[in-house]
């Protein structure tokens, strides 16, 4: 079994030597010494014009000891026991935003305790993800749905957004327009794929699609954020909750992308 877990919150005042030496600890503990027939890697990046690989691990804490600023290192260690069965590999590798460890042995166990020590030891941690009082997504794909009315100004709004998005790096996809009050199965699946639901409402008639497609995506706990021209006819409480709107001037959408960015950076984007 080989678990690996990542963290992105360590003490500022950590000495990952100390812990590297506590991990040959914990397996001598449970009889296990290093291997002999499995080469380990010690290695540190100090930064971009200096890469040592070292001998042993030994040589990796000196080195860690008297480098007060480096950029990365990996400490990869195996040991084996009496048996051929008894066997633990453990790897530490830190790159300034994350710490990855590794640990594999054919005793699951052992695996777990692994783990725990070496997170207690170097006291790692991640973040809380968000709660919310609803069933939302979070840390939501950069995949984003629109729904809008098909017309010249519908087109020209979504010129603009989807190109805007796209710099930004979301997958952007649209509906298609059709005349039934039931959403084409087509549509639907688009909207499943997609992580975040965009509506734009534009000009002074009203259309079933702008009330179905986004009652679908609410009901599919899809992200919705809603874009509507100032003199556009929508009542959005008919969806079944008072939705903020973002209000733009006709003929001027890009008003809405400083909001737009302040929206996404509320919630966590994965990739972005």
């Known amino acids: 079994m080989l678990r690996t877990m990542k963290y992105n919150i360590w003490p500022r005042n950590i000495r990952f030597e100390d812990g590297l030496l506590a991990v040959v600890d914990f397996a001598a503990k449970r009889l296990l010494k290093p291997s002999e027939d499995i080469k380990d890697i010690f290695s540190i990046t100090i930064n971009d014009f200096e890469y040592v690989n070292c001998d042993g691990i030994e040589e990796l804490v000196g080195i860690l000891r008297k480098t007060p600023v480096y950029s990365r290192f990996t400490c990869r260690n195996s040991f084996r026991g009496k048996r051929p069965e008894q066997f633990l590999y453990t790897g530490v590798t830190f790159n300034n935003r994350e710490v990855e460890v590794d640990v594999s042995s054919k005793d699951v166990d052992l695996v777990e305790a692994t783990h725990r020590f070496i997170k207690d030891t170097f006291n790692l941690?991640?973040?809380?993800?968000?709660?919310?009082?609803?069933?939302?997504?979070k840390y939501l794909h950069p995949t984003i749905f629109i729904g809008r009315h098909f017309d010249d100004v519908g087109n020209e709004y979504y010129k603009k957004l989807s190109s805007f998005l796209e710099l930004l790096g979301f997958n952007v996809t649209q509906g298609e327009e059709y005349t039934s009050q039931s959403i084409p199965e087509k549509v639907k699946a688009r909207i499943n794929n997609q992580d975040i639901f965009l509506l734009i409402v534009s000009g002074d008639r009203e259309h079933e699609w702008l009330i179905a497609e986004p009652s679908y995506a609410l009901g599919k706990g899809k992200h919705l954020i809603l874009l509507a021209e100032k003199k556009a006819i929508y009542k959005p409480t008919i969806l079944g909750q008072d939705l903020e709107q973002v209000l733009f001037d006709s003929g001027h959408i890009e008003q809405t992308f400083t909001p737009l960015l302040r929206e996404f950076r509320s919630i966590r984007i994965l990739g972005l």
Do not use: G, H, M
Not at 125 to 137: G, K, L
């Open 125 to 137: 941690r991640n973040p809380e993800f968000p709660t919310s009082p609803d069933d939302r997504a």
